[in-house]
């Protein structure tokens, strides 16, 4: 079992930054496959990318490919999101979610474990 917690939602202007954390409980974090999804208002829960357990593999999204960067630390039960050049329609509730699967997987419903989300807003 994991626990997951976001952090590090906000306003932000387009164009500009913002580096999302989620923090995992438990000694099996480096057992997950970490995934970032998003969910704007309205819509469905969409895949944004993906680490491997080790970190040493990631898959994005099309729509933020090249925008965006996810990364772990395992030492520290950490899995970050860096998501530059924002977009307004990258508005939405950002969730982090887990899964102990070795391959790629970009559904909600194969991941096992979710943080609460944190809201990004991106002004226009």
């Known amino acids: 079992q994991v626990q997951l917690v976001e952090s590090g939602g906000g306003l932000v202007q387009a164009g500009g930054s913002l580096r999302l954390s989620c923090a995992a409980s438990?000694?099996?974090?480096?057992?997950?496959?970490m995934g970032w999804f998003r969910q704007a208002p309205g819509k469905e829960r969409e895949f944004v990318g993906r680490?491997?357990?080790?970190?040493?593999?990631?898959y994005y999204a099309d729509s933020v490919k090249g925008r965006f960067t996810i990364s772990r630390d395992n030492a520290k039960n950490t899995v970050y999101l860096q998501m530059n050049s924002l977009k307004p329609v990258d508005t939405a509730v950002y969730y982090c979610?887990?899964?102990?699967?070795?391959?790629?997987?970009?559904?909600?419903?194969?991941?096992?474990?979710w943080g609460q989300g944190t809201q990004v807003t991106v002004s226009s």
């Open positions: 979610a887990a899964n102990n699967r070795l391959w790629i997987l970009t559904l909600p419903q194969e991941y096992e474990h």
């Open positions: 438990g000694r099996t974090f480096s057992s997950y496959a």
């Open positions: 680490i491997s357990q080790s970190g040493s593999s990631t």
